[in-house]
């Protein structure tokens, strides 16, 4: 069964542009490289990669790219460009000519909620598709619902959501996520990663039944069609090791047929990201 761990991080940790890890978190506060990876994937039985923006610069894309350059097991990259420019077609004719370059990601949920709706962003979004990139939605559940208005202007433009949009599964998540997730859901296409779950947990006491139920609405409402794997290493590393991660998945999908289980492990990054 071909595996690919559709949503990870690699960054050389810089303390000042990297602010986001806090002194608490001091397990991912250094370098995170492609052979730190490597073995990981090998040790669970997967076999190649998509590499995620961590850092909202050019120089991130252009370093992500360098990487995935040097290892083939990187399959694909989404990257940052700054979707509110005017030189948006110039950017995006420009990383055109990347082939492992195959989407782009904004950190959405470090911004207010009406960024979301800024003529200028909706634009640059409107732009992605007509060079064939895709988008990661990386949002808070309070984002849904307006994160709904972007997604109702395009059928046509590919759309992932990353991490569920973050439900809080430690203290129990807002009462309007699961309906947020399923009107979301009903836009054909908008996949979802079933990725970065225990982070959102209690970080060292979380169990399979806390997560589960989460990872049941995304199946319902998304089939396992729409699903896709991610292990968010090494972030996952902050409540659980990269094998744990893996072991969950595994875990969870063995009650699906073996087909289904090739569409999330793989098939389904493949078809999204053209690997």
Same mark, same amino acid.
């Given at each position: 069964?071909?595996?690919? &761990? ?11 542009? &990297? ?257």
């Amino acid at each position: 069964m071909e595996k690919v &761990d559709a949503h990870q991080h690699f960054w050389k940790f810089d303390p000042i542009r &990297d602010n986001w890890i806090t002194e608490d978190m001091e397990v991912i506060r250094h370098d995170f490289l492609p052979h730190d990876l490597r073995p990981l994937l090998d040790a669970n039985g997967l076999n190649s990669c998509i590499a995620v923006q961590a850092d909202q610069s050019e120089n991130e894309t252009n370093f992500l790219l360098s990487l995935a350059t040097e290892n083939d097991f990187i399959k694909g990259v989404v990257g940052w460009i700054d979707l509110c420019a005017d030189t948006i077609h110039e950017q995006l004719e420009h990383y055109s000519q990347f082939p492992k370059l195959k989407g782009f990601r904004h950190i959405l949920q470090a911004e207010p909620i009406e960024f979301i709706l800024k003529p200028e962003f909706q634009r640059g979004i409107s732009a992605l598709q007509l060079y064939g990139f895709t988008y990661d939605i990386l949002i808070y559940p309070q984002h849904l619902s307006v994160t709904l208005d972007l997604i109702g202007g395009s059928n046509e433009q590919k759309f992932i959501l990353d991490h569920l949009a973050k439900p809080n599964i430690k203290n129990g998540t807002s009462a309007t996520w699961a309906s947020d997730l399923k009107k979301l859901a009903s836009h054909k296409n908008v996949f979802c990663k079933l990725s970065g779950m225990v982070t959102e947990a209690d970080h060292k006491a979380w169990t399979k039944e806390d997560i589960y139920p989460y990872m049941d609405k995304a199946l319902e409402f998304f089939g396992p069609e729409r699903l896709l794997f991610g292990s968010d290493w090494p972030v996952c590393q902050l409540a659980a090791s990269y094998g744990q991660v893996c072991d969950l998945m595994n875990d969870y999908l063995d009650r699906l047929t073996i087909h289904e289980q090739e569409l999330i492990w793989g098939k389904n990054a493949t078809l999204f990201y053209n690997l």
